[in-house]
């Protein structure tokens, strides 16, 4: 049975309208300083919901973070956006450079990773100097690195199960972490949540890593939502080039408005380090070390968006990879249908008219045909 939501502006039911967020994509684009207001009431309601800030404090006494994008100011006892640290005695404690929050495991290669069709450890890329093998590395594994904490809060969050852990008071410490990269490790892969709260850590624990492993392959790469501070981006991108690995940028979308009403956050930031992550292209270009990624979310992100983004990708280097996700209901948009195979097709033929060379449909397992 087809699920309709309604638009609380113009009144449309579709099955393309998000009950929970209640308005539609052509409301968010026309009217957009009332549609992200009724968006951000699910922001608030789903954040209530696990104890975190409803928005990013901002105390003018408060103790300042500049991590990401969110830059918050954390008043006494409080935490900031992203729930890790929390202003005591005017000093910020619960996460560093040496202690995170956050889980790993084991995944053999070549593995569903976003950039899987074109790194080291799905396709032998920049072999010999970065993969063990000419092909797929086979015999070797991943150490996927997942952290409990986000710095958007999208809605329809597809791992959204880390928001129980983020206030859980467990924490690992980077020697934890580096004491599983064993000699059949090739890479290690920073993903979750995001990492951009807890970059510190992840540069910590790949400079640890690196300098134990010397004279031997072992990649570093990221899949972040892009809203990090540009200082750390710049360590991210050293690391990653330097190493063979990979950054992989969600880039969920173009309006700023739609990205507000659907992740809480401006995309400004993003955009901007995409941009900046793409000026170090040329320092290695094979395997890419920039990748990007956007969610085809039914209703939202619409054909509109993927020729914009992939505009933008195109303005900066045409030879970045691009993977368009199909999507599976989740979080507080569970109510949304799948991606059809046919818009997934028409959203690639729109990226490659947009100037882009290397485009994929990601994800198929869960398309659908039209009905």
Known sequence: MTTMGRCHLCNTTSPLVSKELGVCLACIRERPKYAIALAMQSHMKSRVAFGLPIMP?????????????????????????????????????G??????????????????????????????????????????????????VFFHACSFNCLYCQNWQFKHETFSPGRAFAR????????????????????????????????????????RILRICWETNGSMNERLLDEMMETSINSGGCVKFDLKAWDENLHMA???????????????????????????????????????????????????????????????LAFCPHF????????????????RSVALEAGL????????HLLVQNV
């Open 57 to 93: 404090p901002k105390d003018p006494n408060g103790v300042s973070c500049k991590v990401c994008v969110n830059e918050c100011k954390i008043p006494e006892n409080g935490v900031g956006y992203c729930g890790l640290r929390k202003n005591e005695r005017g000093k910020i404690t």
């Open 95 to 144: 996460v560093s450079s040496a202690k995170g929050k956050l889980s790993w495991y084991h995944d053999p290669l070549p593995t569903n990773c976003v950039g899987d069709w074109v790194c080291p450890g799905g396709t032998g890329a920049g072999y010999p100097e970065y993969a063990y093998r000419p092909g797929p590395e086979r015999g070797y594994k991943n150490l996927a």
């Open 262 to 324: 659907l992740t809480g956050i401006s995309n400004k930031r993003t955009l901007g380090n995409f941009t900046r992550a793409g000026d170090r292209i040329k320092q290695r270009p094979v395997p890419p070390p920039l990748l990007a990624s956007t969610l085809l979310v039914p209703g939202y992100i619409d054909k509109e968006e993927i020729s914009n983004i992939a505009r933008f990708i195109a303005s900066i280097n045409p030879e970045i990879p691009y993977s368009l």
């Open 357 to 364: 060379k290397n485009v994929r449909i990601a994800n198929t």
């Open 332 to 347: 507080y948009m569970s109510d949304m249908p799948l991606t059809t195979k046919d818009f997934a097709d028409s959203c």
């Open 176 to 215: 934890d972490l580096v004491s599983d990269v064993d000699e059949r490790t090739s890479c290690i892969c920073y993903f979750g949540g995001d990492p951009s709260p807890q970059l510190p850590f992840s540069l910590e624990v790949s400079k640890l890593a690196l300098d134990e492993n010397k004279g």
